[in-house]
């Protein structure tokens, strides 16, 4: 069996990298959603048209950093739920993922109590699971580091969080990023491996997996062990150059492949 299948690889990309990342070689491509795939329009939101015609199976940055999600009504949050998700709709593969990170977004205002503030994120979630089930899509919440937010920061927080709040349908995401800011086993990866709805990985200081170390192999692995055999996106910085973001990102996809490859050979 090979430890690191998966069922695509692809990158997480505004529209200024969309074309680059498809000539890279990119199995799928994982726009983000504010400020690019949905765009402001006076008091709303419309599609950016350059999506116009496409299809997607996974998306991130869900909430703009300046709509505070723990101390704004919660019908001004679902607004904007329902404002946004049909538009993510319009451009996505049935069933797709939307990863619910916006550290900004969610942080804890001065002064709210953590249990208070994890029931009004609770409520935030299923707001969002809600709306995206109307939209045929998925909602996987995102542990961030702390220096990001100050709610849910480990993947077995998170599990935690979703069961005590009865958000069944809602998976964790896993992010080699966070997860090592954070000092998290990768253990917690084959306890949890069926709950793991979606996969974001990179090296230290989001540059692409291979240029630091080779942790993310160990971090994939111990992912397919658990039992994950969903899509995988990688989370990077790339060189603000269209031509040397290509190739970086190439050599990336190649270096992760190659390890599956590998792996099928030593296992067949």
């Known amino acids: 069996m090979d430890r690191m299948s998966s069922s695509g690889l692809g990158v997480v990309a505004g529209a200024e990298l969309t074309e680059v990342v498809r000539r890279a070689g990119a199995d799928h491509v994982e726009p983000t959603i504010a400020g690019n795939l949905a765009v402001r329009d006076g008091t709303g939101w419309r599609r950016n048209e350059v999506y116009a015609g496409q299809r997607f199976p996974s998306f991130a940055v869900l909430v703009p950093g300046d ?13 904007y739920f329902a404002s946004v998700l049909p538009i993510v709709r319009s451009v996505a593969e049935p069933g797709a993922t939307i990863v619910f990170g916006s550290g900004t977004a ?3 205002p001065d002064g709210m ?6 029931r009004r994120f609770a409520e935030v979630v299923r707001t969002a699971r809600d709306v995206a089930a109307e939209n045929d899509l998925l909602i996987a919440a995102e542990p961030l580091s702390r220096s990001e937010t100050n709610v849910l920061h480990t993947v077995e927080e998170t599990v935690a969080f979703l069961d005590a709040h009865d958000l069944a349908g809602v998976g964790v995401v896993a992010d080699l990023f966070h997860i090592r800011n954070e000092g998290e086993s990768f253990d917690v990866l084959r306890r949890h491996g069926d709950r793991i709805g979606h996969v974001h990985l990179s090296d230290p200081d989001r540059r692409p997996p291979g240029t630091v170390d080779d942790v993310w192999r160990e971090f994939l692995a111990a992912l397919h062990d658990g039992g994950h055999r969903g899509a995988v996106s990688l989370e990077c ?25 590998a792996a099928r050979t030593a296992t067949a």
Do not use: C, F, K, Q
Not at 245 to 252: G, V
């Open 113 to 118: 109590a953590g249990d208070d503030a994890l």
């Open 237 to 261: 910085r790339w060189a603000p150059d269209a031509d040397t973001a290509e190739a970086e990102i190439r050599s990336a996809l190649e270096r992760v492949r190659s390890v599956a490859a």
């Open 67 to 79: 709509l505070p999600l723990l101390n704004t009504e919660l019908g001004t949050v679902r607004s």
């Open 106 to 108: 969610r942080n804890a």
